[in-house]
């Protein structure tokens, strides 16, 4: 039997990794009650302090090395095996627990805290270790410009056009552990209810923001919702 959605985008945000112990950013005690945005996640905020810059991303850099993917992520990476259509995820994440439980079809539209990036030369490299400002560039070896491998606030997040296609084809879109804060990404349930009559669903643990927009909404801890849903996804009950 054909399946009941031939392309299905999923969103992420920080809520499907907070089981696996890493923070999110607007939830009590989360990170930007910690930290400010413009000290730590801005371009101007990396010219201005680089070496804070440096330490706030290699705490989390740490922290996503210790972490290891829950029963969400699984369950995404089992959709994107068993159904027998397109299932694409565009994370707003920068840890690679989607990765790691098997997603392959993965956008990550905020970057990769994994790689550092150099605006030296361009090179995208792989990176685990804790970076300073005096860390040369392996690939061109020019110091004081190595940079996480993230987009901050005010930069274009990466593979728009690539997203803003799989939003237009899509059929059913879910959006997973995000409160709707960021645009753009809090906005594709828009572009999604403007191009035609996808089904909506929102998995969180709290209604988002844009709760109202969503045509099924489940709401509980994203290692019990998320399983939950693929199953029944996958037993065309959705
Ligand atoms: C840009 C990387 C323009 C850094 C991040 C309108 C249109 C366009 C832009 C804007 C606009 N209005 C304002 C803007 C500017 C800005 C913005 O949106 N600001 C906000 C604060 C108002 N946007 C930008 O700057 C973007 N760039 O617009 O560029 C441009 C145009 C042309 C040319 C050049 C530039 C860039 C945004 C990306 C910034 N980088 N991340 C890092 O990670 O350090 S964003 C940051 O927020 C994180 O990446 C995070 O992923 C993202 C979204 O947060 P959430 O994932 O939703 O996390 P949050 O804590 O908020 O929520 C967690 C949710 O999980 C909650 O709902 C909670 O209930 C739930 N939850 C918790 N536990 C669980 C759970 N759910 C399930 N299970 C659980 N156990």
Same mark, same amino acid.
């Given at each position: 039997?054909?399946?009941?959605?031939?392309?299905?985008?999923?969103?992420?945000?920080?809520?499907?990794?907070?089981?696996?112990?890493?923070?999110?950013?607007?939830?009590?005690?989360?990170?930007?009650?910690?930290?400010?945005?413009?000290?730590?996640?801005?371009?101007?905020?990396?010219?201005?302090?680089?070496?804070?810059?440096?330490?706030?991303?290699?705490?989390?850099?740490?922290?996503?090395?210790?972490?290891?993917?829950?029963?969400?992520?699984?369950?995404?990476?089992?959709?994107?095996?068993?159904?027998?259509?397109?299932?694409? +995820?565009?994370?707003?994440?920068?840890?690679? /627990?989607? !990765?790691?439980?098997?997603?392959?079809? *993965?956008?990550?539209?905020? &970057? @990769?805290?994994?790689?550092?990036?150099?605006?030296?030369?361009?090179?995208?490299?792989?990176?685990?270790?804790?970076?300073?400002?005096?860390?040369?560039?392996?690939?061109?070896?020019?110091?004081?410009?190595?940079?996480?491998?993230?987009?901050?606030?005010?930069?274009?997040?990466?593979?728009?056009?690539?997203?803003?296609?799989?939003?237009?084809?899509?059929?059913?879109?879910?959006?997973?552990?995000?409160?709707?804060?960021?645009?753009?990404?809090?906005?594709?349930?828009?572009?999604?209810?403007?191009?035609?009559?996808?089904?909506? +669903?929102?998995?969180?643990?709290?209604?988002? /923001?844009? !709760?109202?927009?969503?045509?099924?909404? *489940?709401?509980?801890?994203? &290692? @019990?919702?998320?399983?939950?849903?693929?199953?029944?996804?996958?037993?065309?009950?959705?």
């Amino acid at each position: 039997m054909p399946a009941a959605y031939e392309h299905i985008v999923i969103l992420t945000g920080a809520g499907i990794s907070a089981e696996s112990g890493l923070d999110t950013f607007r939830d009590k005690n989360g990170i930007w009650s910690k930290y400010a945005i413009d000290e730590v996640a801005t371009p101007q905020a990396f010219r201005r302090d680089p070496q804070k810059v440096h330490d706030f991303y290699n705490m989390r850099r740490r922290r996503v090395r210790e972490a290891q993917p829950n029963a969400a992520h699984y369950a995404l990476a089992r959709l994107e095996e068993a159904h027998d259509g397109e299932v694409w +995820v565009v994370t707003q994440n920068v840890d690679d /627990l989607h !990765e790691r439980a098997g997603s392959r079809r *993965l956008i990550h539209m905020h &970057g @990769e805290i994994l790689k550092v990036r150099c605006p030296a030369c361009g090179a995208v490299l792989h990176w685990e270790e804790d970076l300073t400002p005096e860390t040369p560039c392996p690939a061109c070896d020019t110091v004081g410009c190595l940079r996480p491998h993230i987009v901050w606030f005010g930069e274009m997040p990466f593979e728009m056009d690539a997203i803003e296609r799989r939003l237009e084809e899509c059929d059913l879109f879910v959006s997973i552990g995000t409160s709707g804060n960021v645009y753009p990404a809090a906005g594709f349930i828009q572009s999604v209810r403007r191009n035609g009559t996808a089904q909506t +669903v929102e998995l969180n643990l709290d209604p988002s /923001l844009g !709760e109202d927009l969503f045509t099924l909404k *489940l709401y509980g801890p994203a &290692g @019990e919702v998320v399983p939950m849903f693929v199953e029944r996804l996958l037993a065309g009950q959705v």
